[in-house]
């Protein structure tokens, strides 16, 4: 495991005790209701918190597709990013949310982006935390199983060192490579090729 990579995306991705607003607090807490209440009066449907989390990605990586559906009718950008490049695809697959992440995908949002400060696309960030149903899902759409993030990590590497084995044999079905032992270390590389 890369804890320092793990760690660091965590808390670029939530810095949960951030002071936040009510279109935040709406979006993080699944008010569908409340965020259109909010909209309707003027609130800025792109305003990131103090931490820098817009709230499309506050409810993305909460697991609320109505508010996410209200927010992007609300016309925000489906790519719109925090301050460490992420977007709310990236937030959905992180946090597992297998109905953002197709509601997101449905509506445009790039699977394989990789333009943010760790170089990650959304196929890492759920390998890295185990969800295999939503690296199933990116995988049915075209996700890059070889994408190297900012370390040269792959989604497999990330999802071996957390010993995510159900998205791990997932990734290697799909023709996921295992990356050298001089790069991942000897017990992941042992551990992968062992599962080839």
Known sequence: ???????????????????????????????????????????????????????????????????????????????????????????????GNLDVVKLLVAKGAAVNDSKNFYKMTPLHAAAEEGHADVVAFLLANKADIEAKERNGYTPLTQAGWREHWDAADLLLKAGATCQDAALVGPWLYTECTKRK
């Open 1 to 95: 495991m890369n804890p320092l990579y793990t760690s660091a995306l965590g808390a670029m991705l939530w810095a949960a005790a951030a002071p936040a607003g009510p279109l935040h607090d709406a979006s993080k807490n699944g008010d569908v209701e409340g965020t259109k209440r909010l909209l309707d009066q003027g609130l800025d449907v792109a305003e990131p918190d103090s931490a820098g989390e817009p709230p499309l990605l506050l409810a993305s990586l909460a697991g609320h597709p109505g508010v996410v559906a209200v927010l992007l009718e609300r016309g925000v950008d489906i790519e719109i990013r925090n301050k460490g490049g992420l977007t709310a695809l990236h937030a959905a697959a992180y946090g």
